[in-house]
């Protein structure tokens, strides 16, 4: 290290002379002696000075390379032997002092062994959400795919990131998975399996998404917020909701049907579909033409309003409900 260090310092004073007054030569030297911050290819401060296996060992100081590569047992071990020249490059590369963190083996080796959302046990995504017991909080940061979940996870907040896309395989085997709220992400499109299998979900609120399409639903779902979307009447299966026999609440809200989308099962309380592009809707929607006797005490709250439909013209469609549905009536 001598020898650069001399140059570098020659080359100081010289520049302090006055750059205008420096020979050519001289700066073209002095620029190659300071490799500048960023620039992983910058070469060693050692100018004209030529490595090779015999000089090598005096330039680049490697008396404490194993003490910057202990990492403890979590990485292999790094052998000095592995830098011994040639190949003259990488150990110019590996024994450079830590100006970028490719050129580093002390900055790079770590981060590979680092948890996140990318690992494949409960542990390292509890680092990047905040886990209390069975819930796992993984508001506002950034994430871009459904994290892996510990297998006892009941209560999932996902809300303000950019998840586009969920997987069939995203809960696989959550059986405990109770609670999953995705509001506010970009999602866009759901595997069709992805919340077959789970027996235990009873919220869903995807509430704020991109979605024109449901996927299937479990048969335990209790309440379903898919407001603010871009659900079309094409996305939803026909009888998507009858075999759902707890669903209570069905937010549809702000998006994109055209059609009231039932029959409903006779759990349903709460149906909201206001603010949609709705025209018409089945004489089955609600209630069964077939029996007259038959009342839904349950439904109660029911909002068509912010739809293009004359509801007057669907005189037969009420008879069961407990109250006529919010919406335009001329
Ligand atoms: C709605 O339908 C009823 C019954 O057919 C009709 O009398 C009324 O004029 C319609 N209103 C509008 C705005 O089309």
């Given at each position: 290290m001598r020898l650069p260090?001399?140059?570098?310092?020659?080359?100081?004073?010289?520049?302090?002379?006055?750059?205008?007054?420096?020979?050519?030569?001289?700066?073209?030297?002095?620029?190659?002696?300071?490799?500048?911050?960023?620039?992983?290819?910058?070469?060693?401060?050692?100018?004209?000075y030529v490595l090779n296996p015999d000089n090598y060992g005096n330039i680049i100081d490697l008396s404490n390379y194993e003490e910057l590569t202990d990492y403890g047992d979590q990485l292999p071990e790094v052998k000095v032997t592995s830098l011994a020249p040639p190949p003259r490059a990488s150990p110019t590369k590996s024994s450079?002092?830590?100006?970028?963190?490719?050129?580093?083996?002390?900055?790079?080796?770590?981060?590979?062994?680092?948890?996140?959302?990318?690992?494949?046990?409960?542990?390292?995504?509890?680092?990047?959400?905040?886990?209390?017991?069975?819930?796992?909080?993984?508001?506002?940061?950034?994430?871009?795919?459904?994290?892996?979940?510990?297998w006892m996870t009941a209560y999932l907040y996902a809300r303000y990131n950019r998840i586009s896309h969920i997987r069939a395989g995203d809960f696989e085997g959550l059986t405990k998975l109770k609670w999953v709220d995705l509001s506010s992400n970009s999602i866009s499109s759901i595997d069709n399996?992805?919340?077959?299998?789970?027996?235990?979900?009873?919220?869903?609120?995807?509430?704020?998404?991109?979605?024109?399409?449901l996927p299937v639903l479990p048969g335990g779902i209790e309440?379903?917020?898919?407001?603010?979307?871009?659900?079309?009447?094409?996305?939803?299966?026909?009888?998507?909701?009858?075999?759902?026999?707890?669903?209570?609440?069905?937010?549809?809200?702000?998006?994109?049907?055209?059609?009231?989308?039932g029959p409903f099962p006779l759990s349903l309380r709460s149906l909201h579909l206001q603010n949609n592009r709705i025209e018409t809707m089945q004489r089955d929607s609600f209630?069964?033409?077939?029996?007259?006797?038959?009342?839904?005490?349950?439904?109660?709250?029911?909002?068509l309003d912010g739809n293009p439909i004359n509801l007057s013209l669907f005189p037969s469609a009420y008879f069961c409900l407990p109250r006529l549905p919010v919406g335009r009536f001329t």
């Open positions: 260090a001399f140059l570098g310092l020659l080359a100081l004073v010289l520049g302090e002379a006055g750059t205008a007054s420096l020979p050519k030569e001289g700066r073209k030297r002095r620029e190659e002696q300071t490799p500048r911050e960023g620039d992983s290819n910058a070469a060693l401060p050692v100018g004209n450079m002092p830590a100006r970028t963190s490719s050129a580093n083996p002390m900055m790079t080796r770590p981060t590979a062994g680092l948890p996140g959302p990318s690992a494949n046990h409960g542990l390292p995504t509890c680092l990047v959400c905040v886990c209390l017991g069975s819930s796992v909080y993984c508001d506002d940061i950034d994430l871009e795919d459904i994290p892996p979940l510990p399996d992805a919340f077959r299998g789970l027996p235990a979900l009873q919220h869903l609120i995807l509430a704020g998404n991109q979605l024109a399409a309440f379903l917020d898919i407001r603010l979307n871009r659900l079309r009447s094409s996305g939803i299966r026909p009888e998507a909701f009858r075999a759902l026999k707890k669903l209570q609440f069905l937010f549809l809200a702000d998006n994109l049907l055209e059609s009231v989308p209630c069964d033409p077939e029996e007259h006797k038959h009342t839904r005490r349950q439904l109660e709250d029911i909002r």
